[in-house]
């Protein structure tokens, strides 16, 4: 591997360039990546940014980097807009369950969908609630600085201070007077200072579940102050990769900077990489709309957007057909076509070890593992890499015709390195998507004997059950 390892060109969000990638610190590798608010399903969108980084975790870790992932759990604190309750606290009032329970359950869920992905756990998954002490703390030291203020129990940020010497917004490149006009008033936040001003500590009433002791008032903190004392906390007050989706540029990683910034004078995080949207169908998702799916309702099929149901890494090959920083859409269409695509990519091991090699060789492996490496090195760019496989598949056709030759050294190269590429890096797991699409089927078998023992049809719903019980799988009926 370090024959090929290259200097790694990633985009900076913050000079809108291609740098050479530096770690300040060469023995670790820094990277926080802003988790879900596990409030509900996760939808696609999320995934495709946890798929993402993912790679890019993969990648560093393949080239020799000692990698800290550390990707938060938000589980208090995310407000909605126009409202004082956060989006867990809503929640548990829906379901009529305690708001840890709402967690807990979304947590795992969240957890399920990822490994149905085939995706790595990060080194470090913190929650903001286990981590109430560290954000009291750091209000505290920006109050200290002269950079917050206390109103009525509840801490605010002060923007305009911290703008005297500071561009808040830098990120999204936005001015103070961009953000004034784009902001919008919250109920009970008429306290501020100024309109833009954003909390650190919120007062909570007495009814409120969610609620901790702080020197201000019983309350909670505010969300973009999570990621900052997580991040601080685990990676240092300077580390290297800040990840996320798009959405989060403005307000939560400019927000992120200018508390981190008002302590150290530093903003926290070399490299800003975000993901762009996810479509569906030309437009963007939303549930109020009914333009919207959830992940399992692909995998089995149950949906009304979709003609049959996908695989979890035929929608993982998707994705990496474009790339990160690029909108992508989801329809019917893409998703046949990515089938169909990754139905013929995932045969090349197969393909290679049928080749028997001769002595004479017009494959130049070496040349093709370069190729690989410089797709990755430009700024993770997973649709070169993709197009390499293309490449190779078409070499082995080429081969099977006799119209090209390999020797045995360029053969081993090409079945070590695709393996490689396809396997350790992008993370591509065919038996865990061929078992997926068994459960699959087995869901759909058993709907179906449900439905005729309702029908009191036994003669069939007996007959599946003794057909499974003979293959090991024991259905105990409901009483």
């Given at each position: 591997?370090?024959?090929?390892?290259q200097q790694?060109?990633?985009?900076?969000?913050?000079?809108?360039?291609?740098?050479?990638?530096?770690s300040?610190?060469?023995?670790?590798?820094?990277?926080?990546?802003?988790?879900?608010?596990?409030?509900?399903?996760?939808?696609?969108?999320?995934?495709?940014?946890?798929?993402?980084?993912?790679?890019?975790?993969?990648?560093?870790?393949?080239?020799?980097?000692?990698?800290?992932?550390?990707r938060n759990?938000?589980?208090?604190?995310?407000?909605?807009?126009?409202?004082?309750?956060?989006?867990?606290?809503?929640?548990?009032?829906?379901?009529?369950?305690?708001?840890?329970?709402?967690?807990?359950?979304?947590?795992?869920?969240?957890?399920?969908?990822?490994?149905?992905?085939?995706?790595?756990?990060?080194?470090?998954?913190?929650?903001?609630?286990?981590?109430?002490?560290?954000?009291?703390?750091?209000?505290?030291?920006?109050?200290?600085?002269?950079?917050?203020?206390?109103?009525?129990?509840?801490?605010?940020?002060?923007?305009?201070?911290?703008?005297?010497?500071?561009?808040?917004?830098?990120?999204?490149?936005?001015?103070?007077?961009?953000?004034?006009?784009?902001?919008?008033?919250l109920?009970?936040?008429?306290?501020?200072?100024?309109?833009?001003?954003?909390?650190?500590w919120k007062?909570?009433?007495?009814?409120?579940?969610?609620?901790?002791?702080?020197?201000?008032?019983?309350?909670?903190?505010?969300?973009?102050?999570?990621?900052?004392?997580?991040s601080?906390?685990?990676?240092?007050?300077?580390?290297?990769?800040?990840?996320?989706?798009?959405?989060?540029?403005f307000?939560?990683?400019?927000?992120?900077?200018?508390?981190?910034?008002?302590?150290?004078?530093?903003?926290?995080?070399?490299?800003?990489?975000?993901?762009?949207?996810?479509?569906?169908?030309?437009?963007?998702?939303?549930?109020?709309?009914?333009?919207?799916?959830?992940?399992?309702?692909i995998?089995?099929g149950?949906?009304k957007?979709?003609?049959?149901?996908?695989?979890?890494?035929?929608?993982?090959?998707f994705?990496?057909?474009?790339?990160?920083?690029?909108t992508?859409?989801?329809?019917?269409?893409?998703?046949?076509?990515?089938?169909?695509?990754?139905?013929?990519?995932?045969t090349?091991?197969?393909?290679?070890?049928?080749?028997?090699?001769?002595?004479?060789n017009?494959?130049?492996?070496?040349?093709?593992?370069?190729?690989?490496?410089?797709?990755?090195?430009d700024?993770?760019?997973?649709?070169?890499?993709?197009?390499?496989?293309?490449?190779?598949?078409?070499?082995?056709?080429?081969?099977?015709?006799?119209?090209?030759?390999?020797?045995?050294?360029?053969?081993?190269k090409?079945?070590?390195?695709?393996?490689?590429?396809?396997?350790?890096?992008?993370?591509?797991?065919?038996?865990?998507?061929?078992?997926?699409?068994?459960?699959?089927?087995?869901?759909?078998?058993?709907?179906?004997?449900?439905?005729?023992?309702?029908?009191?049809?036994?003669?069939?719903?007996?007959?599946?059950?003794?057909?499974?019980?003979?293959?090991g799988?024991?259905?105990?009926?409901?009483?």
């Amino acid at each position: 591997m370090s024959a090929y390892k290259q200097q790694l060109k990633i985009y900076n969000s913050l000079s809108s360039k291609k740098e050479v990638f530096k770690s300040i610190n060469k023995d670790l590798v820094g990277m926080y990546v802003c988790g879900p608010t596990v409030y509900n399903t996760v939808h696609l969108g999320n995934c495709r940014t946890f798929i993402s980084f993912d790679l890019i975790f993969r990648y560093l870790k393949h080239l020799g980097y000692n990698v800290r992932y550390v990707r938060n759990i938000t589980d208090v604190g995310h407000l909605e807009e126009n409202e004082e309750d956060d989006k867990i606290l809503k929640r548990a009032q829906i379901e009529k369950i305690e708001p840890m329970e709402v967690v807990q359950k979304y947590t795992n869920e969240f957890h399920l969908i990822l490994d149905k992905f085939n995706l790595k756990k990060p080194n470090i998954e913190p929650s903001a609630s286990g981590h109430i002490i560290e954000q009291i703390e750091m209000i505290q030291e920006i109050i200290d600085a002269g950079y917050a203020y206390e109103k009525n129990g509840s801490v605010y940020f002060d923007t305009i201070t911290y703008n005297k010497n500071n561009n808040y917004g830098v990120l999204s490149n936005r001015d103070l007077v961009h953000v004034v006009n784009e902001s919008r008033e919250l109920e009970g936040t008429t306290e501020k200072n100024n309109q833009q001003d954003f909390a650190l500590w919120k007062k909570a009433n007495k009814k409120h579940l969610m609620r901790w002791n702080s020197p201000w008032s019983y309350g909670f903190p505010g969300w973009h102050l999570e990621c900052s004392a997580m991040s601080k906390k685990y990676l240092g007050e300077k580390f290297d990769i800040h990840g996320g989706g798009l959405d989060l540029k403005f307000p939560h990683h400019d927000c992120e900077i200018a508390q981190c910034k008002s302590l150290s004078n530093e903003i926290p995080a070399n490299y800003w990489l975000h993901t762009n949207m996810l479509t569906l169908n030309g437009k963007k998702m939303s549930k109020s709309t009914g333009n919207s799916v959830l992940p399992f309702e692909i995998f089995n099929g149950s949906n009304k957007i979709f003609s049959k149901s996908y695989s979890p890494m035929v929608l993982k090959f998707f994705i990496f057909q474009a790339h990160y920083r690029n909108t992508i859409d989801l329809s019917d269409e893409a998703l046949k076509a990515s089938e169909k695509a990754y139905e013929k990519i995932k045969t090349i091991p197969i393909e290679l070890n049928s080749i028997i090699p001769g002595n004479e060789n017009d494959c130049d492996a070496e040349l093709w593992i370069k190729n690989c490496y410089n797709s990755l090195n430009d700024d993770f760019n997973s649709p070169k890499l993709i197009a390499e496989f293309f490449n190779l598949y078409k070499n082995i056709q080429e081969i099977k015709s006799k119209s090209k030759s390999i020797d045995s050294t360029n053969l081993k190269k090409f079945q070590e390195y695709f393996s490689i590429f396809y396997t350790d890096i992008l993370g591509f797991d065919d038996e865990k998507s061929e078992k997926n699409q068994l459960d699959e089927v087995l869901d759909i078998l058993l709907e179906i004997r449900d439905n005729e023992r309702d029908k009191k049809n036994y003669e069939v719903s007996d007959l599946i059950r003794d057909k499974l019980s003979k293959l090991g799988i024991n259905i105990n009926d409901k009483q």
